[in-house]
């Protein structure tokens, strides 16, 4: 059993925590958020002011802890402080692999190893502009993209 990664990333106000804000609420009492523990407060809130509830982690193997069966949607803000979280990248992998459903919102410069790291390994690389357009990257390595027609990240 397989589940799907999905990844927004974009220049600063593009929108990428709205877009995870709205496929959180999109998937229902089955989702939950996560966020750095040194990202502020116990929920995230977009640049146009929608809010959502986050859990706050110190690392993302935490993430496995606070789980129950109800969940099968996972959000992850991922921002500069977890640069340096080792386990990022496997507990995204197995939570994929266990079949959850992962929206990963990149609030970190696009150049980093971090942000080309994780868009080699979603399903859905969704990249917004400040006027909130998706478009779908089909391949990172030739560099196309098209709009976005995957069901989920429609409004």
Same mark, same amino acid.
């Given at each position: ?43 995230? *809130?977009?640049?146009?002011?929608? #809010? =959502?509830?986050?859990?706050? !982690?110190?690392?993302? %193997?935490? /993430?496995?802890? @606070?789980? $129950?069966?109800?969940?099968?949607? *996972?959000?992850?803000?991922?921002? #500069? =402080?977890?640069?340096?979280? !080792?386990?990022?990248? %496997?507990? /995204?992998?197995? @939570?994929? $692999? ?20 994780? %868009?080699? /390994? ?34």
């Amino acid at each position: 059993m397989t589940g799907e990664i999905t990844l927004y990333y974009g220049d600063k106000y593009s929108t990428k925590t709205s877009a995870l804000i709205k496929a959180l609420i999109r998937e229902g009492e089955g989702s939950i958020c996560f966020k750095h523990i040194n990202d502020g407060d116990d929920y995230i *809130i977009s640049h146009c002011g929608i #809010e =959502f509830p986050a859990t706050t !982690i110190e690392n993302a %193997s935490e /993430i496995f802890l @606070l789980l $129950d069966y109800k969940i099968t949607t *996972i959000g992850i803000v991922i921002s #500069e =402080f977890f640069e340096n979280d !080792i386990t990022l990248i %496997s507990t /995204i992998i197995k @939570l994929r $692999d266990s079949g959850y459903y992962i929206v990963l919102s990149d609030t970190t410069s696009s150049n980093t190893f971090l942000s080309s790291y994780l %868009s080699s /390994i979603a399903d859905n690389c969704i990249k917004l502009n400040t006027s909130g357009e998706r478009y779908k990257t089909i391949s990172l390595c030739k560099n196309q993209t098209k709009k976005c027609t995957n069901k989920r990240c429609d409004k």
